[in-house]
């Protein structure tokens, strides 16, 4: 078992930058990827950005390349998204995710095992 807690997320405005950051603890010898998903009323969850954990590789969603950074500190077990130039769009509750995924199926929601509980972040125009 894995457990996932996010944390950082909040109001800011359009073009402001926020950071988010999520804390694995448990057995995580589970961790292939960590990655991080969004989630607004009546869509489906979407993918923002992933790191695979053994070499530092990254992965961005269209939408967010160029604005957001995702890094890891791995003496910590903990994964960072740096947000900037927000945009209204970007409002979601963001969801940390781990899991043991190949290469092709990253972006692929119910590939990841473990998920924290979310942290809302809301840009205002």
């Known amino acids: 078992q894995v457990q996932l807690v996010e944390s950082g997320g909040g109001l800011v405005q359009a073009g402001g930058s926020l950071s988010l950051s999520c804390a694995a603890s448990?057995?995580?010898?589970?961790?292939?990827?960590m990655g991080w998903f969004r989630q607004t009323p009546g869509k489906e969850r979407e993918f923002v950005a992933c790191?695979?954990?053994?070499?530092?590789?990254?992965s961005y969603a269209d939408s967010v390349k160029g604005r957001f950074t995702i890094s890891r500190d791995n003496a910590k077990s903990t994964v960072y998204l740096q947000m900037n130039s927000l945009k209204p769009e970007d409002t979601a509750v963001y969801y940390c995710?781990?899991?043991?995924?190949?290469?092709?199926?990253?972006?692929?929601?119910?590939?990841?095992?473990?998920w924290g509980q979310g942290t809302q972040v809301t840009v205002s125009s």
């Open positions: 995710a781990s899991g043991f995924v190949s290469e092709n199926l990253y972006a692929r929601p119910d590939r990841y095992a473990y």
């Open positions: 448990g057995r995580t010898f589970n961790i292939g990827r």
């Open positions: 790191i695979r954990w053994s070499d530092y590789s990254t």
